[in-house]
């Protein structure tokens, strides 16, 4: 598993290593039931504490991207495809609110908006 911490970034480490954990979950790139990095190895691989990998694999377990079996580590969980539908919903969403309070901030009225996301839609 390739995470890539930035000192630099405003996100807090737990924050950069659930959110790349669950992109790459997501994006099927970590198959449903394949093993991840036990917990310490992967601090001591990105050079942190446990306590911070901790937190990303329970926020991870709690949202139901991935489960733990004791003394075997922490699995892909199979996604249930209404969940994964939501999270992708909801990444729209903020996506399509960023872009709108982009183009209100350069002056753009809702009808501009409605017909480039339109354009855009039909591919044109």
Do not use: H, W
Request: overall charge negative; aromatic content about 6%; charged content about 35%.
């Amino acid at each position: 598993m390739n995470i890539i911490i930035s000192n630099a970034s405003d996100k807090p480490i737990y924050e950069q290593i659930y959110t790349q954990i669950k992109g790459a979950i997501l994006r099927g790139e970590c198959k449903d039931g394949e093993s991840l990095p036990s917990i310490r190895a992967l601090a001591k691989e990105l050079r942190i504490s446990v306590i911070t990998t901790k937190r990303a694999f329970d926020d991870l377990e709690r949202d139901g991207f991935i489960y733990s079996v004791q003394g075997k580590g922490s699995f892909v969980a199979a996604k249930n495809k209404e969940v994964l539908r939501e999270e992708y919903l909801r990444q729209a969403e903020n996506k399509l609110e960023e872009a709108i309070e982009l183009g209100r901030s350069g002056g753009l009225s809702d009808e501009e908006l409605k017909e480039v996301f339109l354009m855009i839609l039909k591919g044109e």
